[in-house]
């Protein structure tokens, strides 16, 4: 299974990327805003989603809001 960014560029696990877009995520009072960088995402099952940590929280993000670091 291939795990590609908004650009077409291919993730793996432990890759560092950038958020494209501000983000409201369900349960975190603050957004994710453009150009946070978040680091240490792994790949999920489903190809469009990788999950990554944010401060104290496991969240589940769309790989098209995403650029490779």
């Known amino acids: 299974m291939e795990v590609k960014d908004s650009n077409g560029n291919l ?38 989603e990788v999950e990554c940590r944010i401060g104290k929280s496991q969240v589940v993000l769309k790989t098209e809001f995403l650029k490779k670091a």
Request: glycine share 8%; net charge positive; aromatic share 0%.
């Open 11 to 48: 993730l793996s696990d432990g890759d560092s990327v950038h958020v494209i877009k501000d983000l409201k995520v369900k349960g975190m009072p603050t957004t994710l805003k453009r150009g946070n960088v978040i680091k240490n995402i792994r790949l999920t099952d489903n190809e469009q």
